[in-house]
């Protein structure tokens, strides 16, 4: 185990290219044995959500604490490909906040046709940032770049660019290759700056956490990985997911 943890550090390659983009892909961190398991898992935690909540098939299952749901999970938190390289990036002290399980079924056809989109988030920067004269954690900061009076407030008190805090690691249980089949969707090297990214917005909440444009804003990518990569990716970035429009069920586990 060892051994493996050593021949699976981040090269300097590796940690500039997600210093200077926010993320880092991880080829074949699950076996094929493995991700076996967990498709097995997670379709049936997914199958009782459904039931007990009542959703539709085409609607998405979104678990928390996914880690507690099924021994396997905790396999993950040792993974020792993706893991050496979140050791790299974060340093020693590594604890666990938060897991998910994020399924995305095939939408209606009917949303197709009229390329909507109801079932997930805007694009949006991940929680845990440090705000407030506390330091209370919290989602407020993010701003446009035309809010000029919050602009001003962020400099004020030194948020301009928060710090990372924390990073993320995402199993892909399912083939984001193909076109329009929910990838994750993220902007290289928006985790530099805490103003939202450029582009016509439709709708936004509040607190200026989530942002729902007409079209993805400017220098967005899909992230197309096979099941069994991993996805590491800091809480900074600006992400999102694409819709579903494919015959494939996404996946993902973090």
């Not at 981040?10 to 200077?20: C, N, R, S």
């Not at 035309?146 to 995402?170: C, G, W």
């Not at 805490?194 to 917005?201: H, I, T």
């Amino acid at each position: 185990k060892q051994k493996l943890w050593l021949e699976n550090q981040a090269t300097p390659e590796q940690l500039k290219f997600f210093k200077d983009n926010g993320y880092l892909i991880v080829r074949n961190a699950l076996s094929p044995e493995m991700v076996d398991r967990l498709v097995n898992v997670v379709d049936d935690i997914a199958g009782k959500v459904r039931a007990y909540k009542g959703l539709k098939d085409y609607k998405d299952v979104n678990t928390l604490r996914a880690v507690m749901e099924d021994p396997v999970m905790l396999e993950l938190l040792t993974n020792s490909k993706a893991f050496p390289m979140m050791f790299d990036i974060l340093g020693w002290n590594i604890q666990l906040y938060i897991s998910q399980m994020i399924i995305k079924p095939p939408q209606p056809e009917e949303y197709r046709k009229k390329g909507m989109n109801f079932n997930g988030i805007g694009w949006h920067q991940d929680g845990g940032r440090p705000t407030g004269p506390n330091g209370e954690l919290s989602f407020d900061h993010a701003v446009d770049d035309d809010d000029e009076k919050q602009r001003r407030v962020n400099e004020a008190s030194h948020l301009q660019n928060t710090p990372m805090l924390t990073a993320k690691i995402s199993y892909w249980l399912s083939d984001t290759t193909v076109p329009n089949c929910g990838a994750m969707m993220v902007i290289p090297g928006s985790h530099k700056s805490d103003f939202a990214p450029q582009g016509k917005l439709r709708k936004k909440d509040k607190l200026a956490r989530v942002r729902d444009y007409d079209t993805n804003p400017q220098g967005w990518i899909a992230l197309k990985v096979k099941p069994g990569d991993a996805v590491i990716f800091e809480r900074r970035i600006w992400h999102s997911t694409s819709n579903n429009y494919s015959d494939i069920t996404r996946k993902v586990l973090m």
